[in-house]
């Protein structure tokens, strides 16, 4: 299937390992110049040589640590639309995750809310000049059921939802797609359940046996996902939440 991608403008938050850099792979080897940051300079660097060497676009990454920092990233959305000369997608994947930091809640509305919001504001104009402008939440599984304990990050997941689901009813006139992603349990070197498997063997076993493939998620299995939902092989999707997660979680979606 062609998902009509050649030469679309892809912005994202993150990607610089895991979920993201699986994505922005998957979006160069379609042809989208791509604009992403981490707050990791040597991840940063070693990302963009992996996604410049995925496909013949544009890539224009740097190093940004957005944490407390709403006027540089605001400002660095606005070089990445004139570097990349659009945005037609934007992907939401910065999360206090990343930091390990699950039960900040001052982190998971700077990172996960409000990094979402800003970015809203800044791109809307490019997205809206789009013919497929197409946004997609980053979320969890983690924000639909019970997961480990009550926490900042399950909250602010799930408030994410909310958000993007208004946000999909707000924007679709100004032909704006808005739509979560969430994944379960995924696992790589540089992840979070990397870290769980080295330290809590007992905990990380428990989650396996619970999943009914047997197995975490991998990366890709999920980037596969983000970029067909954002692009315009899917232009009538909008407002849903995408689960991803080999049937974790138990309840009925309806």
């Given at each position: 299937m062609d998902l009509g991608l050649s030469g679309k403008k892809v912005i994202m938050n993150g990607g610089s390992h895991g979920l993201g850099l699986a994505t922005l792979k998957t979006y160069a080897e379609e042809g989208c110049d791509v604009a992403f940051f981490s707050s990791n300079a040597e991840r940063v660097d070693a990302a963009a040589k992996t996604v410049d060497a995925a496909g013949s676009g544009k890539v224009f990454a740097t190093e940004l640590d957005m944490t407390g920092n709403p006027e540089e990233y605001a400002a660095w959305l606005a070089k990445a639309v004139a570097e990349l000369g659009g945005c037609d997608i934007f992907i939401h994947t910065a999360s206090a995750s990343g930091q390990g930091a699950t039960g900040d809640w001052d982190r998971?509305?700077?990172?996960?809310?409000?990094?979402a919001t800003i970015a809203i504001e800044a791109l809307t104009p490019a997205l809206s000049e789009?013919?497929?402008?197409?946004?997609?939440?980053?979320?969890?599984?983690?924000?639909l059921e019970k997961f480990v304990a009550p926490q900042a990050f399950n909250a602010i997941k799930a408030a994410l939802i909310t958000y993007g689901s208004q946000l999909a009813q707000a924007l679709a006139p100004q032909g704006i797609r808005v739509n979560c992603i969430s994944p379960g349990p995924i696992g790589y070197p540089t992840g979070n359940w990397a870290t769980i498997k080295e330290n809590m063997p007992e905990f990380y076993d428990g989650v396996v046996a619970q999943m009914p493939m047997g197995r975490l998620g991998e990366p890709q299995e999920v980037a596969n996902s983000v970029v067909f939902l954002s692009s315009p092989a899917s232009p009538y999707t909008t407002g849903t939440n995408l689960v991803i997660d080999g049937g974790f979680t138990k309840r009925v979606q309806f």
């Open positions: 998971c509305l700077d990172l996960d809310i409000k990094g789009s013919d497929c402008g197409s946004v997609i939440f980053m979320t969890s599984t983690a924000a």
